[in-house]
């Protein structure tokens, strides 16, 4: 039912407050059971959930259309039409996940902000101008995270300074972008933007980009990204920010000596905060952690058992994937026998999309060592492995790929794929790691060919004790 179908309070089963991945689902999971469900998100804009408006999808889609082009040159008008098809895309995909719950007849879906005003009780505010009450057995805080902007003079009012957000609705191409931050979203849209023929550079505080990655992992992306005109300053600090003759400027340091460049555009890529400003948790009797993030166990239950955290705001992993896994879990603890928890989780992998990818599972090289066991690590270029020629197929043969074994147990670790089609071959590790398939066995499985997947044939074979 729509905005002009409700009353004024309503009894339900369940309220959700964010239309993301794990909220949504549950909402759809309730509703098909004919339980009274109500969802609540702030914005029209938003119906969905970050992740295909303002996350993964417009991001991949526009990492894809600029993988397209020419290398080496400047795509004014090819930028123009991917942030525009890129729109569309995120559009039908948004009307789409509102017509999934509204067509639903126990679902009721509220656009306005929500508030506690118990622990069983929402005050919003819609966008209409009215005030709904809701009272529901359950609830689930599902509002996501935003870009930090820390505090930097300048940052916050030089009208250069984007987020990530800012930037996929950016009408025209940056002729010279600025990325602060050298982590996961700052080198994402760093590549995409070179390739689409920016001059970017990097800002990074810390003396490698991906700073919890091995170093020879983030030394080969970093070959990889300057390859293709990516400028990089590592042990940078940036110190000010200011609008000069219609541009951004830029100023920081490197070993106490002080720099200065100018940028059309300024992308801050500095992490993200959970977004918990507004919801009166303290009214719900809601604790929150030191870092502001809705504070739960591994039920996914808050200080109020009967509300649970789903997503960024809790603090956990902030992938899409992991609040659709929160879903399993409070759907366990709602209407099944809540033997599902956060506990269960291993061997999640995540991606950074670059091109190639970097997947990656498990622990690096460097932490495995420090936990005092034996451990045999096989690392790769992606153009020396013969068993790989879908590399040479499809020409991306940059890269490289790093496995950890134990050597006591003969059980994978983690590994570290920096190469084409690794965002999907990765999956397999996880799995391999997830069920106890031991490196030998992976290295001797039958794979399709020619495929990436083949590669631990040959990977797992040159498995050694590493010389550190």
């Given at each position: 039912m729509s905005d002009q179908r409700i009353d004024e309070r309503i009894?339900?089963?369940?309220?959700?407050?964010?239309?993301?991945?794990?909220?949504?689902?549950?909402?759809?999971?309730?509703?098909?059971?004919?339980?009274?469900?109500?969802?609540?998100?702030?914005?029209?804009?938003?119906?969905?959930?970050?992740?295909?408006?303002?996350?993964?999808?417009?991001?991949?889609?526009?990492?894809?259309?600029?993988?397209?082009?020419?290398?080496a040159e400047v795509h004014v008008e090819p930028y123009r039409h991917a942030v525009a098809s890129t729109a569309a895309l995120t559009a039908g995909m948004?009307?789409?996940?509102?017509?999934?719950?509204?067509?639903?007849?126990?679902?009721?879906?509220?656009?306005?902000?929500?508030?506690?005003?118990?622990?069983?009780?929402?005050?919003?505010?819609?966008?209409?101008?009215?005030?709904?009450?809701?009272?529901?057995?359950?609830?689930?805080?599902?509002?996501?995270?935003?870009?930090?902007?820390?505090?930097?003079?300048?940052?916050?009012?030089?009208?250069?300074?984007?987020?990530?957000?800012?930037?996929?609705?950016?009408?025209?191409?940056?002729?010279?972008?600025?990325?602060?931050?050298?982590?996961?979203?700052?080198?994402?849209?760093?590549?995409?933007?070179?390739?689409?023929?920016?001059?970017?550079?990097?800002?990074?505080?810390?003396?490698?980009?991906?700073?919890?990655e091995d170093p020879d992992v983030s030394a080969c992306l970093l070959d990889i990204l300057c390859d293709n005109g990516v400028e990089i300053v590592t042990g940078a600090e940036v110190t000010a920010v200011a609008e000069a003759g219609g541009a951004a400027s830029v100023s920081y340091q490197v070993d106490g000596a002080t720099h200065t460049i100018e940028a059309d555009a300024v992308l801050v890529a500095l992490g993200r905060e959970p977004v918990t400003d507004g919801l009166a948790l303290a009214d719900g009797g809601i604790e929150t952690t030191s870092r502001g993030a809705v504070a739960v166990d591994e039920q996914l239950r808050t200080s109020q058992p009967h509300v649970f955290a789903v997503g960024d705001v809790n603090g956990g992993p902030q992938f899409t994937y992991i609040s659709l896994d929160d879903y399993r879990v409070v759907l366990s603890q709602i209407t099944g026998d809540g033997s599902r928890t956060t506990a269960t989780r291993r061997a999640v992998p995540y991606v950074l999309f670059t091109t190639p990818p970097l997947a990656r599972v498990g622990i690096t090289e460097r932490e495995a060592v420090t936990t005092g066991r034996d451990v045999l690590v096989a690392t790769m270029r992606v153009a020396d492995m013969a068993t790989v020629p879908r590399a040479r197929i499809v020409e991306e043969t940059a890269g490289l790929m790093k496995v950890v074994v134990d050597a006591a147990t003969d059980q994978i670790l983690g590994a570290a794929l920096l190469s084409y089609d690794s965002h999907e071959v990765i999956n397999t590790v996880a799995l391999a790691m997830r069920h106890g398939i031991t490196a030998t066995e992976l290295r001797d499985a039958i794979y399709t060919h020619p495929s990436m997947t083949e590669c631990f044939n040959q990977l797992l074979g040159a498995l050694a004790t590493p010389s550190s």
């Open positions: 009894e339900a089963d369940l309220a959700v407050i964010g239309f993301g991945k794990g909220g949504k689902t549950l909402a759809a999971a309730l509703g098909r059971q004919g339980r009274r469900v109500v969802m609540i998100e702030q914005s029209a804009l938003m119906y969905g959930g970050t992740c295909i408006n303002i996350g993964c999808v417009p991001t991949k889609s526009l990492v894809f259309q600029s993988e397209r082009l020419t290398p948004r009307a789409g996940n509102f017509a999934m719950l509204d067509n639903l007849d126990s679902v009721t879906v509220l656009t306005g902000h929500a508030r506690f005003v118990d622990p069983h009780t929402l005050s919003v505010d819609t966008v209409d101008g009215a005030t709904v009450t809701v009272a529901a057995r359950w609830i689930v805080i599902g509002t996501g995270s935003r870009p930090v902007l820390p505090d930097i003079p300048g940052l916050a009012t030089t009208p250069q300074v984007q987020t990530s957000t800012d930037m996929l609705h950016l009408p025209e191409l940056p002729a010279r972008l600025t990325v602060l931050g050298g982590g996961y979203v700052g080198l994402e849209f760093a590549a995409m933007y070179a390739h689409f023929g920016s001059r970017v550079t990097v800002l990074e505080r810390g003396p490698q980009i991906l700073g919890r």
